[in-house]
């Protein structure tokens, strides 16, 4: 189970037993107290308690880079601040975010894009709001026939969303948080996803200076571990992967999950494969299981134990199995 709910004991100790009025010997009062609050998602602290005010809020993101016919998606608003972020693989070999918010609202996430056929099953074990643009009649049906689901598409949303006046159609959709929490959604706070590391403890695998994902093209996204930061550094090539501000986004934790897609759109995230989790400049190489789509996805190492993350942001990339993953390691210390 998740270990970095902190139990604090005050005793207060006396050098004899206290006697009372009556001479009888009296304990010494001993008192229990919770540490503070720990948002769901990230393991980090929420000292405030707004993470268990709100459930989860999932948007599809768009991840068009620019070209002759489309001013594309990127830079992203929002993503930045997600506690978890999925990385699917779309038609054409372009990749989407389906982004989820709780312990942080930004002003606005976006750009909105459409559902797609493997989204009803991700969205499952947390539920809450699912906020998106459109799609095809199959895949907007069974997100939409998710039990205890609310969804959320630009006409229901009202000024939830608004169109942005400095791109144009269909690059230019965007989620209000602050007014997207408070159409409700179920339940308040979501459960966890992950378990993560207590205060004493530090993720240990192989040393990893970079590594590149390998979707397809230009898809293809490369991490550089950051140890100043701790965090890893997301790029396309040479480009760095920036926010709206111009700001590169770093993570915490990444996981590779190897996936099944018949067709893509439509990964399984049901089942089982393989798993490369990265955390703390290291990797570790395991497997991925889920028995059905109200479980959560399990991250276990080779002798089947749960793989605890550094608390913090969480991006899993649900690659197409047998496409690549390169991972570099750091030079070796000078004598």
């Given at each position: 189970?998740?270990?970095f709910?902190v ?13 009372s ?34 459930s ?21 608003s ?28 930004p002003d ?13 099953d ?8 699912f906020?998106y ?16 689901l609310?969804?959320?598409?630009e ?20 989620v209000?948080?602050n007014?997207m ?14 378990e ?10 192989e040393?990893v ?5 390998g ?8 991490y550089?571990?950051?140890a100043a ?17 111009g ?15 018949p ?8 089942g ?5 989790v990265f ?13 059905s ?5 399990r ?11 550094t ?8 690659l197409?199995?047998g ?8 030079p070796?210390?000078?004598?």
């Open positions: 189970m998740r270990r709910a139990l604090v004991v005050a005793v207060l100790a006396v050098a004899l037993p206290a006697c009025s009556d001479g009888s010997d009296e304990s010494s009062p001993t008192t229990t107290q919770e540490g503070p609050p720990v948002a769901p998602l990230t393991g980090l602290p929420d000292p405030g308690g707004e993470a268990a005010t709100r989860a809020l999932w948007v599809k993101v768009g991840n068009q880079p620019p070209n002759a016919d489309d001013e594309g998606a990127r830079p992203q929002g993503l930045e601040l997600a506690d978890v972020v999925y990385e699917e693989l779309a038609e054409g070999g372009v990749t989407r975010f389906a982004a989820v918010l709780n312990s942080t609202v606005r996430v976006g750009p909105v894009r459409s559902v797609r056929d493997m989204d009803p991700l969205v499952r074990p947390l539920l809450g709001i906020a643009s459109g799609g095809l009649d199959g895949p907007v049906s069974a997100i939409r026939s998710v039990p205890g609310l969804t959320q598409n006409t229901e949303a009202g000024d939830a969303m608004e169109r942005s006046s400095d791109r144009g159609a269909p690059n230019n959709l965007y209000l948080p007014v929490f408070g159409r409700g959604g179920e339940p308040k706070p979501p459960p966890p996803l992950f993560f590391l207590g205060d004493d403890g530090t993720f240990d695998g040393d200076a970079s590594f590149v994902v979707f397809e093209g230009p898809f293809a996204v490369t550089a571990w950051d930061n701790g965090v890893f550094l997301r790029s396309y090539g040479e480009t760095p992967f920036v926010d709206a501000t700001v590169q986004i770093g993570v915490t934790n990444v996981i590779v999950q190897f996936t099944h897609y067709n893509p759109s439509q990964g399984s995230t049901i089982e494969g393989d798993a490369w955390s703390n400049g290291k990797l570790v190489r395991g497997t991925w299981q889920r028995d789509a109200e479980e959560t996805i991250y276990l190492d080779a002798e089947g134990n749960t793989i605890e993350l608390p913090g942001r969480t991006w899993i990339a649900l197409p199995n496409r690549p993953v390169d991972v570099t390691a750091p070796p210390a000078a004598p």
